[in-house]
């Protein structure tokens, strides 16, 4: 993830830059359940309205959960399917904060109704995130239930009246990108103190979906009202904190902003970026899916590193035995094409191999998705190759 906001703030008040480090853990999203009572075009666990065989039990989850600790996992998020629809998704969450992980639900928002609310607000979450596609039928049509805008509209505001950090998360593409500004609008009209922004990944159903990645113009568009708003919120002192996912080329994008907006301070903002890293997938963000199969992140369900019914998950995590994981802890990684030669690979880290590996059906080819000019990552022919 990249984390806008917080990078924005190093403008006005920077802090040392330091090298870059991975944490003794990784974060750790955890598709608890696969059902779900909607069926997202971009769902990248392919979920649907019905049970599935072999989730694991909640003695299983608690096992598992011991497990993490002593792997050093700091964050937990839950996920699905819709991990409301888990009818022991509330022990589960009592659970982990009692053991002192940082805890996050990761809802559509439907199901957080009047009759849940109490439960909800009495784990405390240290975060709620919510899935909008867009504002009334957009996201309706996306969602594919009538009425699911409300729904999730409606459990925003219940965790806003409890006092909850809530979030709102947007997936990019080129059927809702109008609907970017409005959403954006609505942040503000809903008060809402957190947003993200994911690029599309190709996964589950986004991989059957990739004809309808944002262009290239329309990401850069996207990413230009992102920095205006949180530089405008920075001078009024008004708290939004601002993510992205599934494009490390963000990084590097805003770099380029820097430069040209505030080129006394490019120098340190790049240097923050080599501290930041880039991608994390396979060393600072793990996923756990709902049968307990542990993956590389969300993506990458396709590719199975070890079960953690078998194998405790720090033997699974640490175990460069795995030719993807092994790439994907070496730094650099062992990328090919305009990510080799990019001046920035200390920033972004090779982007996303998952939508490389979708398309190409190689694991370190160029990304594709990566929206930046040859000029702008400085390759060798280039005529910013020697720009800093």
Not at 37 to 47: D, E, T
Not at 140 to 158: C, H, S, T
Not at 357 to 381: A, K
Request: glycine letters at 8%.
């Amino acid at each position: 993830m990249f984390r806008i906001s917080a990078m924005m703030k190093e403008l006005v008040s920077p802090s040392e830059a330091r090298e870059h480090r991975d944490p003794p853990g990784p974060v750790v999203i955890w598709n608890l359940v696969r059902q779900c009572n909607l069926g997202c075009k971009h769902c990248y666990a392919g979920s649907v309205d019905k049970p599935f065989r072999g989730e694991l039990s909640t003695q299983e989850v608690f096992d598992t959960m011991v497990d993490l600790k002593a792997a050093r996992v700091p964050v937990l998020i839950l996920s699905g399917g819709e991990p409301l629809m888990r009818p022991d998704i509330f022990d589960i969450s009592q659970r982990s904060k009692e053991m002192g992980f940082y805890t996050a639900l990761s809802s559509n928002g439907t199901l957080i109704t009047e009759d849940n609310i109490d439960d909800i607000a009495r784990i405390n979450y240290d975060y709620v995130g919510v899935s909008i596609d867009g504002i009334g039928a957009v996201n309706d049509a996306f969602r594919v239930k009538e009425g699911a805008y409300e729904e999730a509209l409606k459990g925003i505001r219940l965790c806003r009246e409890r006092n909850l950090k809530i979030g709102l998360r947007f997936t990019l593409t080129e059927d809702n990108v109008e609907e970017f500004p409005k959403i954006l609008d609505l942040l503000k009209q809903e008060d809402v103190n957190k947003f993200y922004l994911s690029h599309l990944n190709y996964a589950g159903r986004g991989n059957k979906n990739k004809g309808d990645d944002a262009y290239f113009q329309h990401t850069r568009w996207a990413m230009d009202l992102l920095f205006d708003l949180c530089w405008q919120n920075l001078q009024e002192g008004r708290e939004l904190e601002v993510t992205t996912g599934n494009n490390d080329a963000d990084g590097v994008y805003m770099l380029h902003w820097v430069r040209k907006n505030f080129p006394d301070k490019a120098e340190h903002f790049h240097k923050k970026l080599i501290q930041w890293g880039g991608n994390a997938s396979g060393q600072n963000v793990a996923n756990i899916d709902n049968l307990g199969n542990v993956h590389p992140d969300t993506m990458w369900w396709h590719h199975k590193l070890g079960n953690v019914k078998e194998r405790a998950f720090g033997e699974i995590w640490h175990d460069t035995s795995d030719p993807l994981m092994a790439g994907l802890k070496q730094r650099p990684r062992p990328v090919k094409g305009r990510c080799a030669e990019c001046a920035y690979l200390d920033v972004c880290n090779g982007n996303t191999r998952c939508r490389a590996h979708r398309v190409t059906n190689d694991y370190w080819t160029e990304d594709p998705g990566c929206y930046l000019s040859d000029d702008e990552i400085g390759l060798p022919n280039s005529k910013d190759a020697a720009a800093e």
